[in-house]
């Protein structure tokens, strides 16, 4: 970071892996809202890295509770802050996982933006469970291999395309719903900060490449994480009540082997017979990502 | 004889009433509930009371979910807020995870249970299965046995449970529909008394931003064991808290229903029955007619199942010929009611040697009558005279329907 960017409010010293995407976006997160900020973190590595009792790499107000209940808890914490009249300009934000926010703490998590809490939930979406091994969660991409839906002789890996969460949860009516990517930081930051500054719940979609468990180099986070969008299998984008109203074009878009080559969850489509067949299916999947969201 | 200037204090109220009433005095800032029946004229109650504006400085939270509902109470919690909720069986098992979370950050967070049957077989009326499938989650149980009681517990299990050297959750249990939805007679708290009597909620730990604290942290190996420990050292402070905090209730509001138990006709017992909740009117109504023929039969109700009030117990009971135990709940394969298990369990070590059998009862909301107890009683008298014969049992078991 140049020294002109943000203070963030998390320390290092954390067990986190070495190019951990979790402690990126959750530093990226901080920067973007700033030091009035409690922080609800479900259960996953963020949690586990960032608080062995008695240390904590937290220097903002920070509960963990359980893996499915984020958006309870931040609804309670925001509900308190109102009813003490502490609540000013304090931003809630909860940050979790994908299994936590698509998967296990989903019902929650809807019931917090149909109620219409003003806080900010932050999905940090590495793509599977990481924490317990790298299982397959449903924000797992198309043929991705993970220890749950391992490519085998029968098997090109996980049947079914990623969950489109930001979708569910602009349809909630929530004022602004916006993915991002931990590959690029000024863009989280403007987000997260933007989503904390709007009454009512805000959601933010953060694409997190895992360097254990998609199998890649340590240093290569960020870069994995660039082609994700460069590549159009990750589109970036504003909803603002529902509609989309920016877009983070990508000017010449990148063939997705240039993507699935780096990380060894994918490596099995350049091997088998018919990964060819897959890696066009996957394509396909780009292309529309661009034809959709009219990403050039 | 009540007193006549008491009597006019008295309104005749649904049960439910009574109890929302109650929370809503105890200045709650977070409510978060989820409607599930015999609760539903609780929330009910306590929503109506949040439209006409009579609960200051506090936020209703229409949850999604009973798991919500206690989990958005953690978070409320953490802040400081004074939290209520209420639930029963199927709620209460939902919330199951989230009791273990709330003990385990020691967050005094209060709720209702209204005391239900759990399914299989699906069932809406009272015993206590739900409330005693959580004993081990580190919340504060007081099991109450009227409708009185119900309203009066509420502000004294806040003054247990945030007092600073205890911080742990607690449940106060009132039987679904039994009490819930009888309509009874009954002092509602007064606004000033109570905030005389309960002090605000002053956590010394809290999310604040400009003092940022870790909640819920990971605790490996070398450090977990510790958290457990300090727990059950707070619930040994309870036990003399709950006894003391009964004391000045009854000092403000002149209204004692026990403090860990409360005895009937105990002092000279040579038979004595225990239980817990509403049963004990019945059983009480059962030992009137024994007294009235000279028979020395006795109550002992517990109060307090968690903490469990073992020397007050075994104090309680060390001179009867024979004790017997009436139980809402089962562990299943064990034949046996929890109460009865923690009863002979706290006798075992010591030199009370008391005969005790247990009968679980009112399985589903089954009606325990006079003339069951009364059974029970006759049978533990010839345990009195010749010994146990049967150790537990269910009473009234319909054998043509097996």
Not at chain 1, 220 to 235: D, G, N, Q, R, Y
Not at chain 2, 306 to 324: C, D, G, L, T
Request: contains cysteine.
């Amino acid at each position: 970071m140049s020294k002109t960017a943000p203070k963030t409010y998390i320390s290092s010293g954390h067990s986190g892996c070495a190019g951990c995407c979790d402690a990126f976006a959750a530093k990226f997160t901080l920067m973007g809202s700033g030091p009035d900020t409690i922080i609800v973190n479900p259960t996953g590595c963020l949690e586990v890295m960032s608080t062995p009792f008695p240390n904590s790499s937290w220097q903002v107000p920070w509960i963990h509770s359980l893996f499915e209940n984020a958006g309870a808890v931040a609804s309670g914490v925001e509900a308190a802050l109102k009813a003490l009249g502490k609540k000013n300009n304090t931003k809630v934000i909860a940050i979790g996982g994908d299994g936590s926010t698509m998967d296990i703490g989903i019902g929650a998590l809807s019931g917090a933006f149909e109620r219409g809490h003003d806080f900010t939930y932050v999905c940090m979406d590495n793509e599977a469970y990481m924490n317990t091994g790298i299982q397959r969660s449903s924000g797992t991409p198309y043929d991705a291999s993970t220890t749950t839906s391992p490519a085998g002789k029968v098997s090109f890996g996980n049947p079914r395309p990623k969950k489109d969460m930001p979708a569910i949860m602009a349809a909630h009516g929530s004022p602004y719903v916006a993915t991002t990517s931990i590959g690029f930081p000024r863009d989280m930051m403007r987000k997260v900060k933007k989503a904390t500054e709007i009454v009512g719940p805000t959601y933010i979609h953060a694409h997190a490449p895992c360097t254990t468990g998609w199998g890649f180099d340590t240093s290569k986070t960020l870069e994995i994480a660039k082609l994700a969008v460069e590549t159009c299998l990750w589109p970036m984008y504003e909803m603002e009540n529902g509609e989309i109203t920016q877009v983070r074009k990508v000017k010449d878009p990148r063939p997705v082997e240039e993507y699935l080559k780096t990380q060894k969850r994918f490596k099995h489509l350049f091997t088998m017979e018919g990964g060819d067949e897959e890696i066009k299916k996957i394509q396909a999947a780009a292309d529309w990502n661009i034809k959709h969201f009219g990403l050039q | 004889m009540i007193d006549p200037a008491y009597k006019k204090k008295m309104v005749v109220v649904e049960g439910s009433y009574a109890v929302a009433h109650s929370a809503k005095i105890c200045r709650p800032n977070v409510i978060s509930a989820y409607p599930i029946t015999p609760q539903t004229h609780i929330v009910e109650d306590l929503s109506q009371f949040m439209a006409d504006g009579e609960i200051p400085n506090c936020e209703y939270i229409n949850v999604e979910s009973e798991f919500s509902a206690i989990s958005a109470l953690i978070g409320a919690s953490a802040v400081g807020a004074r939290t209520y909720s209420a639930t029963t069986s199927q709620g209460l098992l939902l919330m199951h995870e989230a009791l273990f979370n709330t003990s385990g950050m020691r967050l005094p967070i209060i709720m209702t249970v209204a005391n239900r049957a759990v399914g299989a077989p699906i069932n809406i009326w009272n015993d206590h299965q739900d409330a005693i499938a959580q004993r081990d989650t580190g919340w504060l149980q007081l099991y109450v046995e009227d409708v009185q009681e119900a309203a009066d517990t509420l502000p004294q299990i806040y003054k247990i449970a945030e007092d600073n050297e205890i911080m742990l959750p607690g449940m106060v249990c009132m039987d679904g529909f039994i009490l819930s939805h009888v309509y009874e007679p009954v002092v509602l708290l007064e606004q000033e008394l109570t905030d005389a009597f309960l002090p605000a909620f002053q956590p010394e730990n809290i999310l604040d931003p400009l003092d940022p604290k870790t909640f819920g942290a990971f605790a490996a190996p070398d450090t977990y064991e510790e958290f457990r420990y300090l727990q059950e050292q707070a619930m040994q402070k309870a036990l003399p808290k709950i006894e003391a905090v009964a004391k000045e209730f009854e000092e403000v509001f002149g209204r004692f229903h026990g403090g860990l138990i409360d005895g009937y006709m105990l002092d000279d017992a040579e038979i004595i029955v225990m239980s817990m909740g509403s049963i004990l009117g019945t059983v009480k109504d059962v030992v009137d007619e024994y007294r009235a023929r000279g028979e020395k039969i006795g109550v002992l109700k517990v109060r307090s199942f968690r903490p469990f009030p073992k020397e007050q117990v075994k104090e309680a009971i060390k001179n009867a010929h024979a004790v017997v135990v009436l139980d809402k709940n089962i562990s299943i394969g064990t034949n046996e009611g929890a109460l009865f298990t923690e009863t002979k369990s706290c006798l075992y070590n010591s030199n009370v040697r008391v005969p005790v059998t247990g009968y679980t009862v009112g399985h589903g909301g089954r009606d325990i009558r006079a003339e069951s107890i009364a059974k029970v009683i006759e049978e533990t008298k010839k345990v009195a005279k010749s010994g146990i014969a049967v150790e537990s049992r269910f009473l009234d078991l319909k054998e043509e329907l097996l």
